[in-house]
C-alpha cells in the first residue's frame, strides 16, 4: 500500500491530427484512499488508469507509487494490480489457475501459492468453483476471480477499469458493496474509474471529474455535488441532472424566466441558474416570492419518490424543462398547474461565457413581492 | 399420463429427430437440387482414379470407363517394389513436417509482432510483405533458384524446406487472428508480472488451436501438393518428393495408368486423412478468420 502522485500527465496519440487525450493532470492520491475518476466517454480517466498502470507511454509528467518514480517501468514492475471492464481472465486457466498466476509470475513458492490462492478464494466465496474455467461461470463470479486475481498478492495499489458495466443492476448494486467492503478492510491505495456516477459518488472517498483530458474538479462525493466549480461538473452529476435556466445579473439583481432574485456579489452578465431536482418542492400554499408556476408535462414514479416533469409556464424564453424529485404523495396529473418552491440555499450561478461558477456571497432572496407567473 | 392438476410442462419437447442434428436443420433445402449434383460431378476425378488403379492397363483404356472385372491389388505392391516410393513419402514427409512445423512457430511470432508491436516502418513492412502475396510463383521462381544454388542447396531436401520456412500468407493468417483478439489478457498478464514472451507463450498460445490448426493444415496440404519447385530444384531420385515421384510413371510415349493411380491414390490418403480429422476447426477458423 502507498500513496500515489501524479505529476504533470500528458498524453497525445500521435497522427496526422494528434489526440491530446490527457492534458496537465496533478492529483496526489493518499495511502489507502479509494479515487473515483468519472466523466463522460472520452474524457481520459481510462487513459489514467492505462498511464499509471503502465499500458500507455507517458508524452510528459511523472507517476511516483510509494516514493518510486514509475513512469519508465514496465507493467509487472510497478507492483500494481488492475481488474478490466472485460475481466480478462485467462480462458484456458481454471479459476485456481486464474488466481495463481501473478504469483507464478514472481515465482512464489507452489506451497505458499497454494495458501494465498486458497485465502483469497475463501474471502471472496470462490472455493467451490476453482476448478472451474471462466467459462463455465456466471458475470458475477467472474468479476469476482478478477478481483480476486488483483488482490492475491497484495499489490501496493489496486486500478479497477469500469470493473462493474458489464453486470446487471441488481448484480451491479450487490458488488459495489462488496468492492466497498474489501477496500474497507484491505484498505489499498485504489483509482476506480466509471461513467457510472453513482458508482463514484457511493465507493469514492474523492471523486475526480475529467473532461476531454482535463480534470475539472476534485474532492469528496459531497463537495463536489453540492459545490461544482462549473457548469459541466454540475450537469454531469446527479440523477436526474440540475435545472439550468438562462438568466441575466443586473445590479446584483438576477432575472431567469420568472424569477426575480438578489444575488448578492455577482457581477453583471448573463448566467446560468442552477438548481438540483430537490431543490424544487411542492409550494405548501404560503409563498414567499421564490415561487415559481410550472405546468406538469408527466410524472415518474420511482416507489420511493416521483420525478416530476414540469415546464415554466409564462415567459418564451423559460419555457423550460425542470424536474423535482418529491415525495410519493406528490403525485400531480399531467396538464396541472402547480405552485412549487426554490430552495434559495441550493440555487447556484455560472457564467453563461466561460460557464465558471459565479460566487454568490450572501443569502438568496426574492426582488419583489410575489413572482409567481399565472 | 399427466395429472390433471399438474402444472403445465416446462420442458420443451425435444427437438425432432427427423428435422434437426445437433442444431443443425436437415430440411431438404431447393440448393441441394443443384448442391448434390455438383458434388457427385466434383467426385467424378476421385471416383475415376480409385477405380482405374483397382484395374489392369487394359481395363483402364477402355471407353466408355467401366467397373474393373476384377480388383488389381497388385497395382499397389508394384509400385512399391517398381519405385522408390517409399523414400519419396518419407521425402515428402520429412519436407512437409519441417515447413509447418516452422511456419507455426515462425508465422505466430512475426503475426504477433505485426498486430501488436509498435515500431518504426511496420506499417510499410506489413504492406510489402502484402505485396509479395500478390506475385505469382513463376515470377519469383528463377531469382529463389539462384538463392538456393548459392546456398548449396540443389537437389537436396534443404532447397524445398529453406524457402518455405515462413510464409506471407501464414503471417498475414496469424497477423489477423491477433488483431481480432482483445488485447485485455495480454495486458493484464503483463501486469500480473509476465514477460512478452511469457505472454505469448503462456496466455496466447493455449489460444491459438484453431488458427494453428488451419495454417497446418493449409501449409502441409501446399507442400505436399507442391510439384513445381521440386521439379526445378530436385534432380536426383531419392531426394524427389512424392508428387515429383508419381511424374516419373508417365513416359514419353506410354503411361501405366493403374500404377500412377494406385500411386496417385496412396500419395493422397494422408492428405485425405488431415483434412477429414481437423476439417472442422478448418472450416470453423476459416470462416472466423475471414480468410478464403
Not at chain 1, 463522460?40 to 481520459?44: A, D, H, K, L, T
Not at chain 1, 400554499?285 to 415561487?291: E, Q
Not at chain 2, 508417365?250 to 503411361?255: E, R, S
Given at each position: 500500500m502507498a500513496p500515489i502522485v501524479l505529476e504533470g500527465l500528458r498524453k497525445v496519440y500521435p497522427g496526422?491530427?494528434?489526440?491530446?487525450?490527457?492534458?496537465?493532470l496533478d492529483l496526489t492520491i493518499d495511502d489507502g484512499e479509494l479515487v473515483a475518476f468519472v466523466g463522460?466517454?472520452?474524457?481520459?480517466k481510462s487513459t489514467v488508469l492505462r498511464c499509471v498502470a503502465g499500458l500507455e507511454k507517458l508524452s510528459a509528467g511523472r507517476v511516483i507509487i510509494g516514493g518510486r518514480e514509475v513512469q519508465e517501468l514496465p507493467p509487472g514492475r510497478r507492483d500494481l494490480a488492475m481488474v478490466f471492464q472485460s475481466y480478462a481472465l485467462y480462458p484456458h486457466l481454471s479459476v485456481y489457475n486464474n488466481l495463481a498466476f501473478p504469483l507464478k509470475e514472481r515465482s512464489v513458492p507452489r506451497s505458499e501459492r497454494d495458501l494465498e490462492v486458497r485465502r483469497i478464494a475463501e474471502m471472496l466465496e470462490l472455493t467451490p468453483l476453482l476448478r472451474r474455467r471462466p467459462g463455465q461461470l456466471s458475470g458475477g463470479q467472474r468479476q469476482r476471480v478478477a478481483m480476486g486475481r488483483a488482490l492475491v498478492r497484495e499489490p501496493m495499489a489496486f486500478l479497477l477499469d469500469e470493473p462493474l458495466s458489464n453486470l446487471d443492476a441488481k448484480l451491479r448494486t450487490q458488488m459495489r458493496a462488496e468492492i466497498a467492503e474489501i477496500h474497507r478492510r484491505l484498505a489499498i491505495t485504489s483509482i476506480y474509474v466509471t461513467h457510472d456516477q453513482v458508482e463514484a459518488m457511493t465507493l469514492g472517498q474523492r471523486i475526480v471529474v475529467m473532461r476531454d483530458g482535463r480534470l475539472q474538479q476534485q474532492g469528496s462525493p459531497a463537495e463536489v455535488y453540492e459545490n461544482p466549480v462549473n457548469l459541466f461538473v454540475a450537469g454531469f452529476l446527479g440523477t436526474p441532472s440540475m435545472n439550468l435556466l438562462t438568466g441575466r445579473v443586473s445590479q446584483g439583481e438576477l432575472t431567469a424566466g420568472p424569477l426575480r432574485l438578489i444575488v448578492p456579489g455577482a457581477p453583471d452578465g448573463d448566467m446560468i441558474l442552477g438548481v438540483r431536482p430537490e431543490g424544487l418542492i411542492p409550494a405548501t400554499?404560503?409563498?414567499?416570492?421564490?415561487?415559481l408556476e410550472v405546468v406538469v408535462s408527466h410524472v415518474e414514479a420511482l416507489g420511493n419518490e416521483n420525478l416530476v416533469h414540469v415546464r415554466v409556464s409564462g415567459s418564451d424564453e423559460a419555457a423550460k424543462a425542470l424536474v423535482l424529485r418529491s415525495p410519493p404523495r406528490f403525485s400531480p396529473r399531467s396538464g396541472e398547474h402547480v405552485l412549487v418552491q426554490v430552495d434559495p440555499s441550493q440555487l447556484l450561478l455560472f457564467d453563461?461565457?466561460?460557464e465558471e461558477r459565479v460566487p454568490i456571497t450572501g443569502p438568496v432572496i426574492a426582488s419583489g413581492d410575489r413572482h409567481t407567473v399565472a | 399420463m399427466a395429472h390433471p392438476m399438474s402444472p403445465p410442462a416446462l420442458v420443451r419437447p425435444l427437438p425432432d429427430d427427423d428435422q434437426t442434428d445437433g442444431g443443425r436443420r436437415r430440411r431438404p433445402s431447393p440448393w441441394h437440387f443443384l448442391l448434390l449434383p455438383l458434388s457427385l460431378l466434383m467426385l467424378t476425378p476421385l471416383v475415376w482414379m480409385v477405380v482405374t488403379a483397382i484395374s489392369t492397363p487394359a481395363e483402364a483404356r477402355q471407353f466408355p470407363p467401366s467397373l474393373p472385372t476384377s480388383i488389381q491389388w497388385s497395382n499397389f505392391a508394384d509400385v512399391w517394389t517398381g519405385s522408390p516410393f517409399g523414400r519419396w513419402l518419407v521425402n515428402t514427409a520429412v519436407v512437409s513436417i519441417v515447413v509447418v512445423i516452422s511456419n507455426l512457430i515462425l508465422c505466430s511470432l512475426a503475426g504477433y509482432a505485426f498486430a501488436r508491436l509498435r515500431f518504426r516502418g511496420s506499417g510499410l513492412a506489413f504492406m510489402a510483405l502484402l505485396t509479395t502475396l500478390m506475385v505469382p510463383f513463376q515470377v519469383v521462381l528463377i531469382p529463389t533458384l539462384l538463392i538456393v544454388k548459392s546456398f548449396g542447396l540443389i537437389d537436396h531436401l534443404g532447397a524445398l524446406i529453406v524457402p518455405n520456412l515462413v510464409t506471407a500468407f501464414g503471417v498475414f493468417m496469424m497477423r489477423q487472428f491477433f488483431i481480432a483478439l482483445p488485447p485485455d489478457l495480454e495486458e493484464a498478464a503483463r501486469i500480473d508480472g509476465a514477460s512478452r514472451l511469457g505472454v505469448f507463450l503462456k496466455i496466447l498460445v493455449p489460444l491459438m488451436g484453431p488458427p494453428l490448426a488451419t495454417l497446418a493444415i493449409l501449409t502441409f496440404l501446399s507442400i505436399w501438393n507442391d510439384f513445381l519447385w521440386p521439379l526445378v530444384a530436385i534432380q536426383s531420385p531419392e531426394n524427389m518428393t512424392m508428387q515429383l515421384g508419381l511424374s516419373?510413371?508417365?513416359?514419353?510415349?506410354?503411361?501405366d495408368w493403374p500404377l500412377l493411380m494406385a500411386a496417385t491414390l496412396m500419395s493422397q490418403l494422408p492428405v485425405i486423412v488431415l483434412f477429414i480429422a481437423g476439417q472442422r476447426v478448418f472450416v470453423r477458423s476459416i470462416a472466423s478468420s475471414g480468410i478464403k
Open positions: 496526422k491530427q494528434p489526440v491530446v487525450a490527457l492534458e496537465g463522460p466517454s472520452g474524457c481520459g400554499g404560503h409563498d414567499d416570492g421564490l415561487c453563461l461565457r466561460t | 516419373t510413371f508417365q513416359g514419353a510415349h506410354l503411361t
